[in-house]
């Protein structure tokens, strides 16, 4: 993975720099001393590491406008940073890059239930937005594993999913406006706090952009009345192949779970001995969730459970209480860190349609075997979103390079299948080389138009999404 | 002109410097009317992918919704955000495609629940104004491989590309629904009572009031729908939320449920009548005070979705609704009026001036010689 060359004019400018963002900010915002910004030299995918010239961490839109207006006259790139889980490098600095922190911008501002919405800054993490209105008996529906400490800045930047999404859709269809900043420092509203916007969709092609079209530091999110209840089933098969034609069966029949999730014998094992969550020792695990009220709930799970019943299933338990589920779901949310217990590994992100899942895992298995790569498979299999996850040893010399070529393939046999390199984590830098296998030049180019409209000088993220070879001549102009 | 393939449209568009009017079945006489050559994408008309396991369906534009319908009726699965079917309301003939939902992103009744056309459309191909043949997005439910154009052009009224194919994201169809009908109610009650059901778990899938129905008489409609034991156990404890203060009926008759929803989703109190018609989007608690402010100055009779989110109004012919509207929390649209009367009020809602200068460039890079729907939005 290759990372464009640093500009040194902006690196040996960098004691005025600071000066001038240290005029316009409230103290204490600027981090410039190279071992604390060694601290933001990447994100969530550790394979690559950059620090930045320096870190701002502004309080206010009207900070972030200031900020954006100096990097635009003196043309120093920014990198736009939530809590920095990004799994695609997409908080991956350059040396001659300033990042943008949202941290700071962490307040609720306003809580709406009547109208089933609320307004925050977008440095909140997600779980507070949740937590913030469950008393009222709501909650904020997107869940990326990382919820805890994730913020909806990096959510909005990346349309993040997580296990729920197959009810509730993913960050796009859950956020109803935006306060965006664009790069020349001015600040406007898209959508607002109410059901679709009018004309062009901007506020829909923003989410998902990666930070490169501009800072949100405001979002209206739409919230959602709690289910009376909900209690997830375990379906333990005998193969992988067996549990991808349950998945799609019990699609097929008319029931749509609240999250349908996907684990392998690997995967199973390695949360079993961290957290303990209960999982049948099986080849191939499915954790089925549905909602509604205790009798709702049992009807809909004895539908399930005869559907399973088609697939020869090695096991088959109910929770029984609020604990059990509780931890279920935090055995699969812990997944990718289990994992990172016992080997270091690359998470990949590839979505398939969910009828090919037996072919996928057939060709995942085989090119794990080629490349002599264990695959761990950790998925949300009722939309079709898989995590891979490649085992190689960091440390020796030449598995990294191997492990990233096996990821390609992998991906590249998704895009064959009819699927797309990226369900939830985003492009980043991971898989930017890989676009032009999904995507045509043309389809690249009016892509890329839009980011010109946005960010005519490409100062945002700039590196990221794109091949750097069909970027080149709009970064470097 | 009517070309034969994807293929045959991007020929012809590239080096066009002449205006073209995308149309699908021309049941959607939306905005300002544009001058130039319409283009019918009705050879445009196979369903190209539909796996009922998998949620989605792939169509080429000119499909008619009607094919859709039968489609997915056979596999029990639906469009679940109800598209508005405008030829009552517009008085046009014609079949409604696929493509011209897309590109007006029409959503009916259930929108409120499950979100609006745009959510479920995951992918599309398009001619730019070019004549370039883009896709973006793909057949899958989750995807975030690039920037989302899709968004971007659902909703356009074909003025960035001439949609060619979407894909779309299904849902399984409720087996049975059932509604709560309250009659009588005044409209601060009735948009409470909507909002109240809203706001509780109950999956509400449609939240609508008739200040005056069928018979003359308010009436409040809401709909639960889902497997017969959930959706009668639903029915029964949203009841009791309110049965202290009003009386409520519950009908079950699937025939009348549709016939009672479409009427809603079709704008039916405004069919056959006289006058202009507007959409006004804004928040639900603002609906009230807003048609209230609306009646001390101006002859008005309204209608409200999506429990207030969504005000239908019946103006005069030629009333400039949006004198009326300062600080509106949302914005408006003049669907039915007059070609004089639209370009005269302009159909599409103000923006910001950096809004609209944003909008111009993108419509300036997908569609240089501005060739796309001359002037509808922009």
Redesign the interface.
């Known amino acids: 993975m290759e990372m464009p060359s640093s500009n040194n004019s902006i690196i040996n400018d960098k004691d005025r720099l600071i000066g001038l963002f240290n005029q316009i900010l409230s103290p204490n915002s600027v981090i410039s001393d190279p071992y604390e910004t060694k601290a933001y030299e990447c994100d969530g995918l550790t394979a690559y590491k950059c620090p930045p010239l320096a870190v701002l961490l502004p309080r206010t839109t009207e900070e972030v406008s200031e900020i954006l207006k100096i990097c635009h006259e003196e043309k120093v790139p920014v990198i736009p940073r939530g809590a920095g889980t990004s799994l695609s490098g997409g908080a991956l600095p350059t040396s001659d890059s300033v990042i943008l922190g949202t941290s700071r911008l962490n307040n609720i501002l306003d809580l709406d ?4 919405m609320v307004r925050v800054q977008t440095g909140v993490t997600n779980l507070s937005v949740t937590e913030a209105v469950e008393n009222e ?2 909650f904020y529906a997107p869940d990326p594993s990382s919820q805890l400490v994730c913020t909806i800045a990096g959510n909005i930047a ?2 993040s ?1 997580g296990a729920h ?2 009810k509730y ?2 960050t ?2 859950n956020l109803l406006g935006v306060k965006i900043v664009l790069m020349d420092g ?1 600040i ?3 959508g ?14 923003v ?3 990666e930070g490169q079209l501009g800072i949100v530091t405001e979002a209206v999110l739409k919230i959602i ?4 209840g909900a209690r997830p089933i375990l379906l333990g098969f005998d193969s992988n192949v067996i549990a991808g034609n349950c998945v ?2 019990i ?2 029949e ?3 779970p609240v999250a349908i999730e996907f684990m392998d014998r690997l995967c199973i094992r390695a949360c079993e001995d961290f957290v303990g969550a209960g999982y049948p020792d099986v080849e191939a695990l499915l954790i089925v969730e549905v909602e ?2 205790a ?2 709930i049992d ?2 799970l004895d539908r399930i459970k005869v559907i399973a019943s088609r697939h020869n299933p090695v096991a088959m338990k109910e929770s029984k209480s609020d604990k059990e589920s509780k931890l279920i779901w935090l055995g699969r949310k812990s997944a990718f860190g289990a994992m990172g217990r016992i080997n270091d590994y690359m998470c990949l992100d590839g ?5 090919r899942l037996p072919d996928v895992l057939e060709g995942i298995s085989s090119l794990s075997e080629k490349y002599g790569l264990a695959v761990a498979n950790v998925f ?1 299999a009722g ?3 898989l995590h891979p996850l490649i085992l190689f040893n960091a440390n020796q010399e030449g598995e990294l390079e191997k492990c990233e070529s096996l990821g390609a393939d992998i991906l590249n046999l998704c895009v064959d299948l ?10 980043g830098v991971e ?1 930017r080389d890989l ?1 032009t296998n ?3 030049r ?3 180019e ?2 890329m ?6 960010d005519p000088d490409w100062l945002l993220n700039p590196a990221k ?1 794109f091949p750097l070879e069909i970027s080149m001549e709009r970064r470097l102009n | 002109m009517r070309p034969a393939s994807e293929s045959e449209l991007a020929d012809l568009i590239a080096g066009r410097t002449s205006p073209v009017i995308p149309c699908g079945g021309d049941t959607r006489p939306i905005g300002l009317p544009s001058a130039g050559k319409k283009f019918y994408l009705g050879n445009l008309n196979r369903v190209t992918q539909y ?6 369906l792939v169509a080429e534009a000119g499909t008619p919704l009607k094919t859709i319908f039968e489609i997915l009726n056979e ?3 639906m469009l679940p955000f109800e598209p508005v079917d405008y030829r009552g309301l517009l008085e046009s003939s014609g079949e409604p495609t696929i493509g011209g939902m897309v590109a007006t ?1 029409s ?1 009916g009744p259930r ?2 629940k499950v ?2 056309c ?2 479920y459309v995951i992918g599309l191909r398009f001619v ?1 104004g070019e004549g ?5 997005g ?15 052009l ?3 009224f074909g ?2 590309g001439i949609i060619t194919e979407v894909a779309l994201k299904v ?3 409720p ?1 049975h629904a059932a509604v709560l009908l309250i009659e009588g109610l005044p409209e601060k009650l009735a948009l409470e009572v909507l ?1 109240r059901s ?4 109950f ?1 509400v899938s449609g939240a609508a009031h008739l200040c005056s129905g069928v018979d003359g008489h308010p009436v409040t409609m809401i709909r639960l729908e889902g ?1 017969q ?2 959706v009668m ?1 639903r029915a029964e ?1 949203l009841s009791k939320y309110f049965e202290d203060t009003v009386s409520i009926t519950v009908e079950t008759d699937s025939e009348r449920i549709r016939e009672g929803w479409k009427y809603i989703r079709d704008v039916g109190p405004f069919q056959n009548r006289k006058g202009d018609v507007w959409k006004i ?5 603002e609906a009230l005070s807003l048609v209230k402010g609306l009646r001390e100055s101006i002859d008005i009779e309204v209608f409200y979705d ?1 429990a207030g ?2 005000i239908w109004a019946l103006v005069h012919e030629g009333t400039n609704l949006r004198d009326y509207l300062q600080g509106l ?3 408006a ?1 003049l669907i039915r009026a007059s070609d004089d009367n639209k370009s005269h009020l302009e159909v ?2 103000q ?2 001036i ?2 609209l200068e ?2 111009k ?2 419509k300036h ?2 569609d240089p010689g501005n060739i796309l729907n001359q002037g509808m ?1 922009l």
């Open positions: 239930i009547e109208n089933r008996g709501f990346m349309n999913g999404c197959l859709g993913v796009t269809n001015s406007m509203e898209l607002g706090e109410y059901l679709d916007s009018g004309g062009l969709d901007l506020l829909g092609v989410c998902g952009s009345p709690k289910p009376e799609s069966d699609i097929g008319g029931i749509l509604g009220s009798k709702e009807e809909q979505t398939i349609p969910v009828s949300h939309d079709g979103n009819g699927g797309c390199l990226s369900g939830e984590h985003g492009v898989k676009m999904q995507f045509s043309q389809d690249l009016i892509q138009r839009v980011k010109d409209v946005f999404v | 796996e009922p396991g998998a949620l989605t596999k029990g699965q992103n959503s929108r409120v979100g609006a745009r959510d730019d370039n043949i883009i896709k973006s793909g057949r899958v439910m989750k995807n975030v491989t690039g920037y989302d154009l899709t968004k971007l659902t909703g356009s003025t960035l849902l399984p169809a087996t909002n809203l706001n509780s778990p999956e497997f034991s959930s156990y404890e989007i804004t928040k639900p608690n999506w989110n969504l929390n949302g914005h649209t599409f809602h923006q910001s950096m809004e944003l909008k460039r993108l890079k997908f939005i």
